[in-house]
């Protein structure tokens, strides 16, 4: 029994490392995870006392319980059986791609790593490249609402930097949950942004199992009170108008929403962004065109654009890029706005829900020194300005503007600053020429200033104007 034995070196190699993985997996990983999971217990805790709405349980349970919860729900139970039937494929092939389709949805979110490391790097980042701003806030409706409701951030699309700065500016109201197209799925970025809390969706998807799992998904994370930051449009402006809404997700959250079952009232709040330098602005005008040689040229230019600018960082002599302003509206009630529509059929509520939020963000994007001058130069056609007559010009069109209700952001409350400012940042970008005290559009640079002027087209539009042409420049309108 105590006698040796011998055995080669690699069979003992190989019962020391099972040996070691079975201590690990039954001793020491259990201790681990019970000493962070506390760690990470303290760290909510502290958040939830500083925060507006606290971080819900559901987005702090673990992801393999949320995928598990997923799949085996009882209405994705029935479309297995929907899809296995319709498609004539058995019941667990169904089941698998369920299963595939929840670990791809579910995200996997950190308390610690969202508001300790993405919440500064969105500060950062946002105080970096542009003068930040709160524009138009409803204070008191905000600080109304029912602390039990959901609550939905309704946003137009501008720039990818709209997931960055509304992040940095609700960051002491509540950790934001936000849908994520195609673009962000590739590796290692894909990894982060699920850690964030995100969530992925595909756009394009006409596959009718995907869409009840992921319908469901977004229906059981409203129902626990998960806040949610979704982009209506469906994807960023490429002309800079504001889209009508596309009722995907809108539509899982009315459909899975029922005011008579005592269930939490779902808020939307309508958040209206504008920027006075998109980065990606021309690579949108090329992608708008259609132009693929363009697009691809354009991407380069981007990385010579950020290498440009990190140097410049480096060496102390880099400016921002104009004002990045963001207003937060009046929240809508789901279960008021139900009430008043109750004779409506769904799909008619859910589309004039729809018109309606569009209609609160548009309200209150603000107006900014770019998008103005644009605005004015634009009217004018190409016959050249001086600075005192487009100062003059801005100030009719800001009043007006005001007057119907817009809010607007300008620089110290000061217009000649503001115009000084729009006019700065339009001739380094070469889409304005000076020459002497006049002012010109190049013809080449019109479709830039007219995706700046867009930002607030549907602001004119609402106090009745229309865009006053220059005599000489209506036959050339006319004729492209």
């Not at 995870?33 to 805790?45: C, D, M, Q, S, T």
């Not at 950062?124 to 600080?143: F, K, W």
């Not at 079952?261 to 065109?289: C, I, K, S």
Request: proline content about 4%; aromatic content about 8%.
């Amino acid at each position: 029994m105590f006698q040796t034995v011998q055995i080669p070196i690699w069979l003992l190699l190989l019962i020391l490392l099972f040996a070691t993985v079975t201590f690990a997996s039954h001793f020491l990983f259990p201790s681990v995870r019970w000493f962070f999971r506390k760690r990470l217990e303290r760290v909510v805790r502290r958040l939830n006392q500083r925060l507006e709405r606290p971080i819900e349980p559901f987005r702090l349970a673990r992801r393999q319980d949320l995928i598990r919860r997923l799949t085996y729900d009882p209405d994705i139970a029935h479309a297995i059986r929907d899809h296995a039937r319709e498609e004539g494929l058995r019941e667990d092939v169904a089941f698998e791609m369920v299963r595939r389709y929840a670990r791809e949805i579910v995200p996997s979110f950190s308390a610690s790593l969202y508001f300790g490391t993405a919440v500064r790097l969105a500060r950062r980042l946002s105080r970096t490249l542009y003068r930040v701003r709160l524009g138009y806030v409803d204070e008191a409706a905000l600080q109304k609402m029912n602390p039990d409701a959901t609550v939905v951030f309704v946003m137009n699309h501008r720039s990818n930097m709209d997931y960055v700065l509304v992040t940095y500016l609700a960051a002491s109201r509540s950790a934001l949950s936000y849908a994520v197209g195609e673009w962000a799925r590739a590796w290692p970025l894909k990894h982060l942004i699920r850690t964030m809390g995100a969530y992925f969706i595909r756009r394009r998807s006409r596959n009718a199992l995907y869409r009840r799992v992921l319908a469901r998904y977004v229906q059981m994370a409203t129902a626990a009170g998960v806040t949610q930051a979704v982009f209506p449009e469906g994807g960023l402006t490429r002309d800079g108008l504001l889209k009508p809404a596309k009722l995907g997700l809108l539509n899982y959250i009315v459909s899975g929403f029922d005011p008579d079952d005592g269930a939490r009232d779902v808020l939307f709040v309508p958040v209206g962004l504008n920027y006075d330098h998109v980065l990606e602005d021309r690579l949108l005008l090329a992608a708008r065109r259609g132009d693929r040689t363009r697009i691809a040229c354009n991407i380069w230019r981007c990385m010579c654009f950020l290498g440009r600018h990190i140097r410049l960082r480096v060496i102390g002599r880099f400016h921002r890029f104009g004002y990045a302003s963001v207003s937060f509206g009046t929240p809508v009630s789901l279960r008021a706005y139900l009430a008043h529509n109750a004779r409506d059929s769904h799909t008619r509520t859910t589309a004039e829900l729809g018109r309606e939020l569009m209609r609160r963000v548009g309200r209150v994007v603000p107006v900014l020194p770019v998008s103005l001058i644009a605005t004015v130069l634009l009217d004018q056609g190409a016959t050249g300005l001086s600075r005192g007559a487009i100062q003059r010009l801005a100030a009719e069109e800001l009043d007006r503007l005001t007057a119907a209700g817009a809010c607007a952001h300008i620089p110290r409350r000061d217009l000649d600053d503001a115009v000084e400012t729009g006019l700065c940042l339009l001739v380094l970008r070469r889409a304005v020429s000076r020459e002497g005290e006049n002012c010109f559009v190049g013809p080449e640079q019109e479709e830039l200033l007219r995706y700046y002027a867009n930002a607030i087209a549907h602001l004119r539009r609402d106090c009745g104007q229309k865009p006053r042409l220059n005599p000489d420049h209506v036959a050339d309108v006319m004729v492209r």
